[in-house]
């Protein structure tokens, strides 16, 4: 498997993706409005992995200008129906992965939600994500820790389900870990917080510095 696989998957359940509903629509609001909370109206803010767009429409409209990229065509292609329909200035899509951008861009935050635990590599996402950062830039996150999950699901039933091709590639780790690698990376982890508003909280949303 590799990530043109990945891309693949992706681009086969867009349509579904796209027609999916938000289970915690409250801890959404709140990542949302705690993310804005961090944003600058001169910011140049990338999102990484956005699907089809819709925390991007939703956070554009707050900074100067907004980069929101994902590995599948088929997303992309979604995401830039609905901004025809809602134009933003400002807003731009692109498919792309992280390590396609030039590094030194200098954006003032990236942003990965539901994005890390998808990655093939990732410390070197996260050291590629670093580059990528002007001096001090913010790099926020939420991310399903699958490690800190009933084993079951991350040894048992995702292994399966991937060979099945019902489930993209995954990785597994804690949210300890996850914020071992963001810190080995080169960030400060200036927070870790949960939005979830019901059950237990699996998404760290964590907001980490540049150093």
């Not at 629509?25 to 767009?53: F, H, M, N, P, W």
């Not at 050291?127 to 699901?153: Q, W, Y």
């Not at 993209?168 to 508003?197: D, N």
Request: with cysteine; proline share 4%.
């Amino acid at each position: 498997m590799s990530s043109a696989n990945d891309a693949r998957f992706w681009d086969r359940t867009s349509g579904r993706y796209a027609r999916s509903t938000i289970s915690d629509i409250a801890g959404y609001e709140r990542t949302l409005e705690r993310t804005r909370a961090l944003l600058k109206s001169q910011d140049r803010v990338l999102e990484l992995g956005c699907g089809t767009g819709s925390t991007a429409l939703r956070l554009a409209g707050c900074v100067q200008s907004y980069l929101a990229t994902d590995i599948s065509t088929g997303m992309i292609a979604i995401a830039e129906q609905k901004l025809a329909t809602e134009a933003i200035p400002g807003l731009s899509f692109r498919a792309a992965t992280a390590e396609a951008l030039a590094p030194e861009a200098g954006f003032d935050a990236v942003l990965g939600f539901s994005y890390l635990h998808l990655v093939r590599d990732l410390p070197g996402t996260l050291r590629h994500i670093r580059g990528l950062l002007a001096e001090d830039g913010l790099f926020i996150s939420k991310t399903p820790c699958i490690g800190d999950m009933n084993p079951l699901v991350g040894y048992a039933a995702l292994p399966v389900m991937r060979a099945l091709r019902l489930a993209p590639y995954a990785a597994v780790f804690s949210a300890a870990e996850l914020k071992e690698r963001v810190s080995a990376a080169g960030f400060q982890i200036l927070t870790t917080e949960g939005h979830a508003t019901k059950g237990k909280d699996w998404r760290p949303y964590i907001v980490a510095r540049k150093t």
